[in-house]
């Protein structure tokens, strides 16, 4: 057959062995931090019907939705007019599946369709990858894993506290020294419009504030002029303007007693310091938690507290974000479910752990040790040693081919597979191995047991 | 918004947290498994090219692929007379994107693109879903997951001795009492053909062979007859059938020895009995092992050893099945590169152990344990609880609002937890707890450490 041009999709990524390795490591500790808090893991199909994500991501949004081609003849339903009418107006006729967007529609979704079935609180867990037709830039794929946890059908803030934790939780294990949690509240941001004077209009207030940890607050407020906002406004925001802030610092006393007078505003101050005070015995979390009157978060389901994880001293941005919201499933018709939820950014987490350095040894194969093949009658004997590692938990190979010795080396060499195993006619009779370290190229002469524990160790 | 009616594509499944407890329970096995023997994880794009797809299939297959739309205006090259082409001739102007169809050419295209770069033998497992197009069945999905583990660049048949016995590791570990693992060899198929008189048409031979695990012998021979294959032909082939064989048994030997004849079949046979050999020393796989002169394994790109997994006792067919290609990458133009793989059908393995009734317990959720909350005040005092369980590795939560007993019970029934912890204001002053087991109504009380013993006993 002859030679095609080949490659993949632009913004999507193949993850070879090295990469699938660290990945491997953060979706087990997410995976298993989830199951530890009570979270139960779902799945959803990739494709949906494009009627369920259909008005749900706003104008913009819907464009970088991708859409699935009708299989078979998908031009039965299509006159040669009907091109005429433009691609939006055929896109019904010739697809009725697209891909998943995101998990949080899908979700809806479920709970909608299995509400008779389902006990709530539900807390379920969902890992797995969405699409986006946008354009790739550094650190935005079209094919992207989420990682989302929500708690569906409760209004009790000790969920966020337990969100709080999570996070906590995983970005220790995943030894990220340092972050902090930035937390607002959707009805302190409603408070905040009201307060400078334009109340109702938090929704457009809070599109520009949310661009602050981008742009300089003069292109904020540029912006929010150009959107009709007196001066005075303007004005007042600015002299509310601070770091986010630590919640013991007096700074935050300050500005809950000015806001307060609000009373949406005073609401959301009591629900988060609720979450605070739930948090008193987790110093090591609640230390990690700053106010941020600027946190707005984009998507506008939300009604409560929002919070957002944004690791310090690094370029890498929000590597999680989430919020409660108290309709999950009116978009399609059904009233009265609240929750809260939030998503771990596993592909920017990778970014992080690669920019830390901490991305393990390198190596390209679970293998933690190469048997190397002197000679192919003493296959038996290898296959019988490999199996009784394997037996102890161990991930080793041996190498297919008896071939020079030095190619063998080489090749655990290039794969970082840290231990050799040597097994020649002297030690297969004194029933011993000789194993070396590749990094050193220490060698010594084990038994069995010796070399179990020896590779337990590490 | 208004209610509309909502659905998924057919085909197509969510996973509850029921099936997703035992689909990760089989997912971790495998995976375990495959890098104890030294297998490499890879994940490859849900999209890929078109151009990398096309060709691959046959027209039966090629019919199945999912095309995405493009995306924005699709239409731009589109003229209204394109419509009367028809819509084969039209996709390619509205789509340059697929969904994967297998695990198999993604490899290829991966190994292609890499390698000059990855060391070899490259030892891949892979496991994602695949999109099919097919009409959907009991057992047939349009979205379903394959997991792949391939050894690519070398012809060593120590990779099969491998391979068979990862599927009896994985197998026994999920306890799944009766299979065989049927076995054949493309040549063997080659020399068959030439002895009963029609050498080099193996293949047609192979499509018919092939069904015979579904329709009688009589079908199949109609359908030689058909395939113009002769009467003495059919007659030869008729007399060859047997059941399965052990490879011990003399049938086989038999068997051997006749068709060692030819030059293929001998070829063969010597590959099969080093693979037997080397698997003396593991008894609980080559008593598995059935040679079957009926297997043949659709995929024209096998060339040497092919077998497939068929439990025993149960309606469900085969559930995993491989074998040995001398030529992965040559439909990209690239030469030379042989290797062997073999595949879990996870969604098979699945509906096995629903039938056998190894699904474990049913729950819906991981928490081992649900906290019970009598009153507000004591949330801190729980949480602390729940924080040192989590410590101690066990799954577990908390009521989230102070409602009643009999729902917060009712909550643990319904989702299956075996454990209910009630700390009341008594059991907090002497720092015990009482431990309820659910399906027993037993209930006693103990101290943390007792409580953590307690529930990792199970």
Redesign the interface.
Known sequence: ?????????RG??????GQ??L??RVFKVV?ETF???????????????L??LT?KYGDEGE??I????N??????Q???????G??KS??RK??E?A?RYDLTVPLA??V???RNVL?F?F??YQMQ?V?R?DRPSFGRY??FYQCDAD?VG?K?L??E?EIM?MIC?VLHQLDVPDFVIKINHRKILAGLAAFCGAPGREAEMSVSLDKLDKVEWEVVAAELSRKQFEDTFIETLAGLRTEPLRVDASEYQDLTLRLSANEAAAEGFSELNQIFA?L???PEVRSRIRFDLNLARGLSYYTGPIFEVVPQGVRVGSISGGGRYDELT?????EGIPGVGFSFGIDRICDLLQELGKTGDGA????QLLLVQFDAES??FY??TL?RL?QA??????Y??AVKMKKQFS?AD??RIPFVLLAGEEEIRQEKFTIKTLGTGEQKLVSFDELVETLRQI
Chains 1, 2 share one sequence.
């Open positions: 057959m002859a030679k095609e041009p080949i490659g993949i999709p999507t990524r193949d993850f070879g062995p699938m390795l990945r491997n995976r199951e530890q808090f009570g979270f139960a893991p779902l799945e959803t199909p990739a494709m949906e019907n009627s369920v008005g464009q970088l991708y859409k699935v081609l299989s078979g003849d998908f031009l039965s299509v006159k040669p007019e009907d091109v005429s433009g691609y055929l896109t010739v697809s599946k891909l979704r479920y909608v369709m299995n006990t609180p807390r379920r990858p699409w037709a079209r094919e708690v409760t009790s000790i969920c506290v934790q939780k739930l008193t015995g987790f009116s978009v399609f018709g059904i390209e194969t679970p293998s296959v038996p296959l019988q199996a394997r938990g161990i991930c080793c190979e041996l297919p081919e090749y290039s794969k």
